[in-house]
């Protein structure tokens, strides 16, 4: 009889390396060994518990779980082999006995059955050495087969089902621990109260590593044992039924104890295996444990910022509204990926986008007494995310990142080397430096024209000016309206007026100009800072100034920024605080020489503001300023208040001028006010000509 010849696919032919082998007798060679296995958890990664580790880590799961669902079938079945080989030695001791009890029936016709007897009785202690053979076979099926799947069932897959309990509950024990250290207050803050949740999030955060390692290296032991757990009880089984044989026919393949002895070297192949892995998880495991404790206590990071940076993933808390004025903290974990901010929840396969980055605004807030806050405010200002940072370092890093995305250097050749000559470009705009020279490598040198609403005055073509000529070097920014900046250089220059903190302008007439303006239109602002410039009649020092207003802000963290109202008369520019209705500071609309939107950024806008400069021998020369802001709508739209004001101012000198300019606008049915959209789609009233004339 012909052996049974098996088809045997080569690992080069899994690896796409060959052809399929053609069919080779059965058994194989005696030193074929067992494939290495290629999937493990990495015990590195136990410490992040990222999703992409959980999502590896279900994948175990999930063929754990097959495993034992195979595992118990296939325990069933080889109970059922040693019930029916049990069942075949009784059913022959049985067979023997009835045999021997023939003679001892009462046949009324048993004369002549003495050699029937004799046969039968042959037969039954042929029968009786079957059954001791059967019996042998029944109690070697039991010891070499169907005991070792019961012991790895209760033994491996019972330890693993435990250690995922435990594994769970020690993540659970962290993520309230971590709920909890994220509430910790700011302003209020406690040392004794922070010093015993960070010890408690140390704690669970060891705990977790520890169960996760644990966790981990049992399922990568799994993957061993469960190769062990189907091999070793075949074996025993099929060395039994040989046994068996021998006894009876006394009739053994050579060819099968080859085999046999192939199997056995591969199983002692896969448990020496075995050993080398577990002897290399344990020192990796001890390795790991040896580090600081620091190392799982939040906020205690050692290695600088970067600041560079052109991509970002790590746990944020994100701030959700559940009601009208209620809201919830959710961690979950978040990547950059191109423009997009992502966000993966635990057991997800994937991540999904949250938001669209390009040209998009950053910045720190306060709220809810939460530390290390920060808002992404989408371009048209509709969506805004706020969200809670770890640590001081993941939160500058979160911000920097967001900041050098949302200016598109991950479209370049190299965002790496870009990001890094920002970086440094910007460090120099905020240093006094004696030269400058214009930086190079702009991450988007072909920009698309300004789309902002120019001044009217006439002007002079404007010449190819270099940053020193429109600002000077080291020139100091002011972040905060508490003097114009033209006051750092000179107080003697003019240009804004300050009021005092009840509202009121050191000059009265400042209020009559309000009340006499013809335009009245508020916009919701942020002041982001302004410098003394050079030139005034050029939307070139603008763009200037705010590259390195911004720049300056990244540089020293100066993230906070303050709304106000920003109003616009045909007289004057007010900024307005929104709570006490205080104002700021007050510009003259006649003294602002331009102004402009940004070219890719839509809600940033700034003008420039003129003044007098009494410093040199006491002649009056003219000095500039550039203030920057962010509006919560289109920047466009406040230039074009702006350039309406100013013809309003112009067509006040000339009374048919006016009444041209007001016959050019939209009247109610009265006749006696214009009507604007403001940026909160209300209506905003505008004196017509007749209440100009009354009231003149």
Known sequence: MQPKQFRIVSEQLHA?????HPCIPFPPSPTRKMPAVHHKLLLEEALQDSP????????????????????NQLLQSMQRVFGAQNEMALATEQLSKQLLDYEKQNFA????????????????????????????????????????????????????????EIFGIASDEHEAAMVKYSRLPKKRENEKIKAEVVREVAYCRRKQHQAAMQYYCALNALQYRKRVAVLEPMLGYTHAQINVFKKGMELVSKKMDSFLSSVSSMNQSIESQLEVEAEVMRSSQRELLSVDDSVYMPDHDQVPVNRAL??????????????????????????????????????????????????????????????????????????????????????????????????????????????????????????????????EGSPNPDRAKPSSVASREPQK???????????????????????????????????ARRTNPFGETE????????????????????FLGSMAVRAGHTQEVIYEAMRQVLAARAIHNIFKTTESHLMVTSTCIRLIDPQTQVTKISFQLKDVTQFAAHQENSRLMGFVLQ??????????????SVFVFE??????????????????????????????????????????FLLLESETGDAVEVAGPDEQESEA
């Open 631 to 672: 509006s919560n709508t289109e920047g466009e739209k406040i230039c074009y208040t702006i350039n309406l004001g100013k013809e309003m101012s112009e067509a006040k000198k000339d009374p048919e001028a006016l009444a041209q300019l007001m016959k050019s606008m939209p009247l109610t049915n009265d006749g006696k």
């Open 52 to 71: 992409q580790t959980r999502s590896l880590l279900s994948v175990f799961e999930e063929d754990a779980g097959t495993l034992t669902n195979y595992t």
């Open 310 to 439: 052109i991509q970002k993933a790590g746990y944020l808390n994100i701030r959700n509204k559940t009601g009208l004025v209620t809201t919830a903290w959710d961690r979950l974990f978040f990547f950059t990926q191109g423009g997009n901010l992502m966000c993966q929840p635990r057991g997800a396969v994937a991540g999904g986008m949250v938001l669209d980055l390009d040209n998009s605004s950053v910045m720190a807030v306060e709220c809810e007494d939460r530390r290390y806050c920060f808002q992404i405010t989408s371009p048209n200002g509709k969506t805004s995310l706020i969200l809670q940072a770890e640590s001081k370092k993941e939160y500058e890093e979160w911000i920097c990142t967001l900041n050098n995305i949302s200016r598109q250097i991950y479209l370049t050749d190299n965002p790496e080397a870009v990001a890094i000559r920002l970086h440094q470009t910007a460090l120099q705009a905020v240093t006094p430096i004696t030269s400058f020279k214009r930086a």
């Open 611 to 624: 003044g007098s400069d009494w410093s040199n021998g006491g002649e009056d020369q003219p000095s500039f």
């Open 16 to 20: 796409g390396k060959c052809s399929p």
């Open 109 to 164: 016709l048993a004369k002549g059955e003495e050699e029937v007897i004799n046969t039968l009785q042959h037969f039954a202690k042929s029968v009786e050495e079957l059954n001791s053979l059967h019996s042998e076979l029944a109690t070697q099926i039991a010891d070499k087969m169907v005991f070792p799947m019961v012991q790895f069932r209760e033994k491996d897959l019972t330890e693993i089902s435990t250690l995922k």
């Open 507 to 526: 000059d009265d007439d400042g209020d009559s100009d309000t009340h006499d303006s013809l335009l009245q239109q508020v916009f919701a602002v942020r």
């Open 461 to 495: 073509p404007p010449a190819t000016l270099e940053p020193e000529d429109l600002i000077v070097p080291g020139t100091p920014i002011q972040f905060d309206i508490v003097l114009p900046v033209s006051e750092f250089l000179d107080q003697n220059r003019a240009g």
